[in-house]
Nanobody, 123 residues
Framework: QLQASGGGLVQAGGSLRLTCVAS????????MGWFRQAPGKEREFVAL????????YYADSVKGRFTISRDNTKNTVYLQINSLKPEDTAVYYCAAVGKVGVDYGNPSEYDSWGQGTQVTVSS
């Protein structure tokens, strides 16, 4: 089970840190991703970190502004969001994937999802 938090209302240019806490003892075996979904739009890949934390991947739209990290001792994955823009407004979801060789950008590849946390950026 995944529990996301940390969203809120911020002004453009501001920052937030999203947190996703996983229950269970197998967290460290899963690659962890963040997606977002804006109203009327499809769920969009944002970032992924592999199980060991050795590799990270980002959508082009967030590179240089977002940073994904994890702490396997705390069963937690983070998404640091800087230089927020109004177009970053969305519900942000964390997700876990245990398979190898998958398309990280495809939501259907993921095994479990958090409930989402709302990020709203005002201009």
């Amino acid at each position: 089970q995944l529990q996301a938090s940390g969203g809120g209302l911020v002004q453009a240019g501001g920052s937030l840190r999203l947190t996703c806490v996983a229950s269970g003892r197998t967290f460290s075996t899963y690659d962890m991703g963040w997606f977002r979904q804006a109203p009327g739009k499809e769920r969009e890949f944002v970032a992924l970190i592999t199980w060991s934390g050795s590799r990270t991947y980002y959508a082009d739209s967030v590179k240089g502004r977002f940073t994904i990290s994890r702490d396997n001792t705390k069963n937690t994955v983070y998404l640091q969001i800087n230089s927020l823009k109004p177009e970053d407004t969305a519900v942000y979801y964390c997700a876990a994937v245990g398979k190898v060789g998958v398309d990280y950008g495809n939501p259907s590849e993921y095994d479990s999802w958090g409930q989402g946390t709302q990020v709203t950026v005002s201009s």
